[in-house]
Antibody, heavy 115, light 107 residues
Framework: QVQLVESGGGVVQPGRSLRLSCTAS????????MHWVRQAPGKGLEWVAV????????FQADSVRGRFTISRDNSKNTLFLQMDSLRPDDTAVYYC????????WGQGTLVTVSS | EIVMTQSPATLSVSPGGRATLSCRAS??????LAWYQQIPGQAPRLLIF???TRATGIPARFSGSGSGTEFTLTITSLQSEDFAVYYC?????????FGQGTKLEIK
């Protein structure tokens, strides 16, 4: 049974940092590109970042480039999102997703950026 | 970046009826197109991939069509659990952008 479990969300002040984790099980993590997707309250889905299965390639959305860093540890089946210089418009539920067609999603973790 | 545009923003259909949702890509994405359903408070669920292939466990009343830049999701015999928000997403090249969503509501 495939599981993706995000953690690390919470309330943080503007300008501060937060690190999200996504722990995977039930599939071969080391063979899967992994993605972060976010959803602001009442809004649609926004693709955030991707890292290739072996960590050799990554890409971030323009809205987070230079502030967010995606990484992974295949030995621990874990994906990370380091979020720096957080802004109020980064407030969202953050999902990790896996599979060639996003067959697998986590339950999401809420990040609230507010003073 | 490829921009995905969905229409309409909101669609009102009666239970038992038929819904047709559209998605347009700003450039050719071949058949690298997926559809997702999202119920409030839940993570999205994959419905269709490769523009026309139903994901595991998805009922036959959901069907996808199209290629290139124009895509359609059709839902027939609408059930109460089908009233939700639907998103298209291309998987042609990074970034894999989403459409803004179509809310399917009960008429």
């Amino acid at each position: 049974q495939v599981q993706l479990v995000e953690s690390g969300g919470g309330v943080v002040q503007p300008g501060r940092s937060l690190r999200l984790s996504c722990t995977a099980s039930g599939f071969t993590f080391s063979r899967s590109d992994m993605h972060w997707v976010r959803q602001a309250p009442g809004k649609g889905l926004e693709w955030v970042a991707v890292m290739s299965f072996d960590g050799s390639h990554k890409f971030q959305a323009d809205s987070v480039r230079g502030r967010f860093t995606i990484s992974r540890d295949n030995s621990k089946n874990t994906l990370f999102l380091q979020m720096d210089s957080l802004r109020p418009d980064d407030t969202a539920v953050y999902y990790c997703a896996a599979g060639s067609w996003y067959e697998y999603w986590g339950q999401g973790t809420l990040v609230t950026v507010s003073s | 970046e490829i921009v995905m545009t969905q229409s309409p923003a909101t669609l009102s259909v009666s239970p038992g009826g038929r819904a047709t949702l559209s998605c347009r890509a700003s450039q050719n994405v071949t058949t690298k197109l997926a559809w997702y359903q999202q119920i409030p408070g839940q993570a999205p669920r994959l419905l269709i991939f490769g523009a026309l292939t139903r994901a595991t466990g998805i009922p036959a009343r959901f069907s996808g069509s199209g290629s290139g830049t124009e895509f359609t999701l059709t839902i027939t015999s609408l059930q109460s659990e089908d009233f939700a928000v639907y998103y298209c997403q291309h998987c042609f090249t990074w970034p894999y952008s989403f459409g803004q969503g179509t809310k399917l509501e009960i008429k």
